[in-house]
């Protein structure tokens, strides 16, 4: 018995984990991926379905739910056409370069699937952002993973560097720094829609002095929109910050001392040494942080309800409100699009960036 | 001979420049100030009542306004059974969950990074199209689901050597450890759906037991990540030597192995805790009333017809916080070394 | 043995040392250090780890700071001199390499921070590597090399400045033991090429003997003895120099001295011209004696072990419990368990003073 065990140990101990998964998540995703195929019904006693073809994914790319997905498409601006040409002259540009280079089918056929996402991003905000139309859940999605992102990158990075130096209270600073990341998301988006209260709020009188005391923050989009952003970065700037930290730490003593006495500045030794060196790991914590912040869906639905209007609704809250009215179809299309879209730019940003630098150096 | 320097040069070996000093310190006060001001105003307002907080901001207890325990009262007394039930679903959930993922995904890591894998794409691949062939009779042409389920396994366990020896592309540890942590690139919407319609027709809607798997499933793949890589940090010549002297794989795991992974297997509690004792979204699709946990109830708050109550809202969120702050301070010090181990190095 | 310190080229500084103090908190890690160094030539600090010889060269690079004392390099007092105006070079143990930058930008660092024009640069990274035998690597990064070419990276790049010192805290001790003979030698070759003066800390005295032109001996933050290789080993200062030097080390026997003869359990026997010392510790080298028919040397004692290194045959003997080794030719034979005796000539013995560990006799 006790050998038999130990024989199969091996499988027996990633049976369970593996197990879990097929059943909670592979299962989910292909359920997920038939249904958003399907228009399903609900009727005494349980459900009706039926196969409706790409229809769920029309509606939303260019039916009656194109505006709430993508944004309104009216004109294009002269500013739209200029950014949109020249960053599509960009993107097809290094297209050729690599196409000129060593021929591989599997690297070929993946940065076609980026260039082919990229291009209808850089178009998507051309025709709505650009123009002075609204745009939709998509382009507020990235809205959060860019502009946040580059906001708790740059924010906790510097706090981290500040932390590695020998300072006094370094040990406070850390924990005081670590906080914001004990409070659940609910509490972030209440506790800023108080900091945030124009009338009775604690910056109540600074909002007065600058005459914004009757502007309602939740009724402008940008306003709105920034806002959930700086909430998100309170949240989760300290992720930033330990991560960074340690890596800074880790930097040996060695190579900053030999570039010193190599007579390298304070910015030299940092951005010839330091820098480069946590560079991996800073790519993999900004992948980490898009992965989890393409998910974004407690902030907004807590602080604004996605409104005004659809300004600041992200697609994972945009597939619950589907869920809510009961079009099972239509969440599960809206899902499956943001796992496209997410899955290609975090596989995209992970080749080419985490992965390049990689292989380069081994 | 003495070169032009920058103010940010230092003046003396070992000690910084006043400007370096300035501009170090002055960020890192802000930044604490923009950390602590807000959970300071959080903490005065649950001891405002509605009309300190309505009258205008009030910045200081006993100066500005007279604290009270009016909110405090109004949740743990008049509405104690919705906090506390709430408070206890929270508590039991989580705890749950977390024992659950920790020790089935540090199993798994540890497997992974000891025993060599080498699973058939093929047979995969295979097993994916009966899964969907499956739910696809199951869902649009109306099978019955145990006749469906039962019709692919016996076809899996027939066909699968049959099919697994057409082609031969191995996979390896790599493979299967990517594939366990891609699995958090999901968005708990794209699976929740199914999940919910999983557990409504087992009748498991509103349960405990339905949150806890969901949450120890969406988690496994941090566990695993992180405890890969510190198991792969522990040297294997112990747990050789360990085996030599007859110690079976499960003994050597108990024995060896966990002892010297405290400090990874505390940081990954406290982090998947955080993570399970946060959580909204699943919840609110897996939860109605009896298994409703603290931030369904706290984001509840939002719909009274008053507006929302700050001051309850408040103490909502700081008994909130409590538990989170008590176990970080118990496992602070494991967690810049635990979480990092794996992260660090890459 | 050891060659004469080369004809300075103008770029190489003499550095002096003086009354070097550090402290970490209450911690005394450095006592009154004070060594004067020649223009051009090569120092080696030598000791056991943790005797305070690698502070010393942190303090000697700038980067530790100098509790007390005062560091000149040429004429110049850098006491206080950030480390990168101090022209020093230097070689860490771990090499230090960029793990992210080319070889050629490894060697290259200290001129791009210097600002120094491309062509410049890169003719004078070519002639750099070269010198190490490197050229070929110049697009590889650090972590494509061995452990070898990692160190000659590491002195490119120290000897590309030209700098009036080099530092060099242990570079051989990740090389492999025929490696490190091949780049001891190397070294010893390129310093005596470019005359310029160094440091070079180690625990080795094998390194030490072969490559100082002056060695000097640490033991907890305080100087032994500083002397040529053949001084400290022929002519220690004291028991800690005279144990620590050699290999096999000196044997010892401890005793004690009265009217000029050296009593040790049941042996006795006269040593001429030494002052009466209580507890004396008497020191001869295995190579020094010879193993005789028992009775007839100056002890006796039972052969324990017979090594057969090729070369030669070290054979340890036992006397009360005192492990006592003789260096024989390689044709000696002998049987364990046999009965021995050591002779000598008298003027290679030493005689310590157990308690001071002072020598109180010159041999």
């Keep these: 018995m006790n050998e038999w065990l130990d024989r199969h140990m091996g499988r027996l101990f990633l049976a369970p984990a593996v197990t879990l998964i097929l059943i909670f998540s592979i299962f989910p995703l292909v359920a997920s991926l038939i249904m958003a195929f399907t ?67 599997f690297g070929f056929l993946g940065r076609l699937i980026t260039l082919g996402m990229a291009l209808a991003l850089v178009w998507m905000f051309a025709a709505t952002l650009l123009s002075g139309n609204q745009f939709g859940t998509v382009g507020t999605t990235l809205f959060y993973v860019v502009v946040g992102c580059a906001l708790q990158f740059l924010i906790g990075t510097a706090l981290a560097y500040a932390c590695s130096q020998s300072i006094r209270g370094k040990t406070a600073f850390r924990v005081i720094f670590f906080v914001p990341m004990m409070i659940t998301p609910i509490g972030i988006g209440y506790i800023f829609r108080m900091m945030a209260d124009t009338t009775k709020g604690p910056f109540a009188n600074v909002w007065q002095w600058v005459g914004l005391k009757d502007f309602a923050w939740a009724t402008d989009p940008w306003a709105a929109r920034i806002f959930i952003t700086i909430a998100e970065s309170w949240q989760w700037i300290p992720f930033v910050f330990i991560m960074m930290l340690a890596a800074f730490e880790n930097v040996s003593r060695d190579l900053i001392e030999a570039a010193e006495l190599d007579g390298a500045s304070p910015w030299q030794r940092f951005a010839e040494i330091t820098w480069p060196s946590v560079m991996p790991i800073a790519a993999t914590v900004m992948l980490i942080r898009a992965i989890e912040a393409f998910k974004i ?53 992970f080749n080419l960036v985490v992965l390049a630098r990689v292989r380069k150096q081994q | 001979m003495t070169p032009k320097r920058s103010i940010f040069e230092a003046p003396r070996i070992g000690q910084m420049s006043m400007a370096t000093k300035i501009v170090l310190y002055s960020l890192l ?47 743990f007394v008049n509405d104690y059974e919705d906090t506390l039930r709430a408070y206890f679903n929270s508590i039991v959930i989580s705890l749950s969950a977390t024992a659950l993922s920790v020790l089935i995904g540090s199993m798994a890591a540890y497997a992974l990074s000891r025993v060599s894998y080498a699973p058939n794409l093929i047979t995969i691949l295979y097993f994916i199209a009966l899964l969907a062939l499956t739910v696809l009779a199951v869902t649009i042409y109306q099978v019955d689901w145990r006749l469906a389920s039962a019709v692919a396994i016996a076809m899996f366990f027939f066909l699968a050597r049959a099919v697994g020896n057409l082609y031969q592309f191995q996979l390896h540890n790599g493979d299967i450890l990517f594939w366990i942590i891609s699995q958090r690139i999901l968005a708990p919407i794209v699976v929740v759906v199914p999940i919910y319609i999983m557990f409504q027709s087992v009748g498991l809607l509103d349960t405990h037991i339905a949150i806890i798997i969901t949450y120890a499933v969406v988690n496994m793949p941090i566990v695993v990540w992180l405890m890969y890589d510190f198991f792969n940090s522990i040297p294997r010549d112990l747990e050789e030597s360990a085996q030599l002297d007859g110690a079976t794989m499960i003994g050597t795991f108990r024995e060896i192995v966990l002892p010297l992974s405290r400090t990874g297997l505390a940081a990954t509690t406290l982090l998947v805790m955080i993570l399970s004792w946060n959580e909204y979204l699943l919840a609110l699709f897996l939860s109605t009333s009896k298994a409703q946990t603290m931030p369904i109830l706290v984001a509840a708050m939002n719909a009274g017809e008053r507006g929302i109550l700050w001051w309850t809202m408040s103490v909502a969120i700081i008994v909130m916080i409590i538990p989170v702050v008590v176990l970080a301070i118990f496992l602070q010090k494991y967690i810049s070394k635990g979480l990092l181990v794996g992260a660090v190095k890459g | 043995m050891t060659a004469p310190i080369a004809e300075t080229t103008g770029t190489a500084k003499s550095i002096s040392i003086r009354n070097f103090n550090k402290y970490y908190g209450g911690f005394h890690a450095l006592k009154d250090l004070s060594i004067e160094v020649k223009a051009g030539e090569f120092l080696v600090l030598l000791g056991p780890s943790g005797c305070g010889k690698s502070t010393a060269l942190r303090m000697i690079a700038g980067l530790e700071s100098i509790s007390s004392g005062a560091l000149l390099i040429g004429d110049r007092d850098v006491t206080e001199v950030l480390p990168k105006y101090r022209d020093i070079a230097m070689v860490f143990q771990s090499y230090a390499l960029y793990p992210h ?21 890169e003719a004078a990274v070519r002639a750099a590597a070269d010198q190490v035998e490197l050229g070929e690597h110049l697009d590889r990064f650090p972590g494509q090399l061995s452990g070898g070419q990692r160190q000659r990276v590491a002195l490119a790049r120290a000897i590309i ?88 080390p000196m044997n010892f026997v401890t005793g004690a001295l009265a009217n000029e003869v050296f009593t040790s359990g049941s042996i006795q026997f006269p040593l001429l011209s030494t002052p009466n010392t209580a507890s004396a510790t008497l020191g001869f080298r295995p190579e020094d004696c010879q193993i005789t028919a028992p009775g007839t040397g100056f002890l006796d004692a039972d052969v324990f072990t017979v090594e057969m290194t090729g070369d030669q045959v070290l054979v340890t003997l036992r006397m009360d419990g005192t492990p006592l080794v003789v260096k024989m030719p390689k044709e000696f034979e002998i049987e364990a368990g046999a009965k021995a005796g050591i002779t000598l000539d008298p003027k290679h013995l030493y005689v310590f003073d157990t308690d001071t560990g002072a020598r109180v006799r010159r041999g």
Aim: aromatic content about 14%.
């Design chain 1, 297 to 349: 869906v407690d902030l907004p639905n807590i602080m604004t309800s996605g409104g005004p209007g659809i300004a600041t609704e992200s697609v994972s809250l945009q597939a619950y409100y589907a869920w809510r009215s009961l079009d099972l179809g239509s969440a599960s299309a809206i899902a499956y699009i943001l796992l496209f879209i997410t899955v290609v730019i975090c596989v995209s940003f």
């Design chain 2, 29 to 75: 006060l802000i930044w604490s100030a923009f950390v602590l001001f807000p959970i300071y105003w959080l903490i005065i307002t649950s001891f405002k009542d509605a009309a300190d907080v309505n009258q205008g901001p009030f910045f200081i207890p006993f100066v500005d306004y007279q604290p009270t325990l009016h909110a405090w009262k109004e949740l």
């Design chain 3, 101 to 121: 930058k080319t070889v050629a930008e490894n060697i290259g660092f200290p001129l791009k921070v210097a600002k120094t024009p491309a062509a410049e640069m």
């Design chain 3, 161 to 248: 400045r030209r700098p009036s010192v080099f530092l060099m805290d242990e570079p051989l001790s990740n090389l492999d033991a025929k490696l490190r003979g091949n780049m001891r030698a190397e070294l010893k070759h390129m310093q005596g090429e470019l005359g310029i003066t160094t440091i070079y800390v180690t625990h080795d005295q094998i390194e030490a003997m072969t490559l100082a032109h002056r060695v000097a001996i640490m033991k907890d933050g305080v100087l032994q003895q500083l002397g040529t290789p053949k001084e400290v080993y022929s002519d220690p200062a004291n028991l800690f120099v005279a144990g620590f030097m050699g290999s096999p």
């Design chain 1, 39 to 105: 228009r399903i019904r609900f009727s005494a006693g349980g459900f009706k379905t039926r196969f409706v073809g790409w229809r769920n994914f029309d509606k939303q790319f260019f039916g009656s739910e194109q505006f709430h997905l993508l944004g309104t498409f009216t004109h294009i601006s002269i500013l739209g056409w200029v950014v949109g040409l020249s960053a599509t002259a960009a993107l097809l540009w290094w297209m050729w370069r690599y196409i000129r280079g060593p021929f591989w089918w």
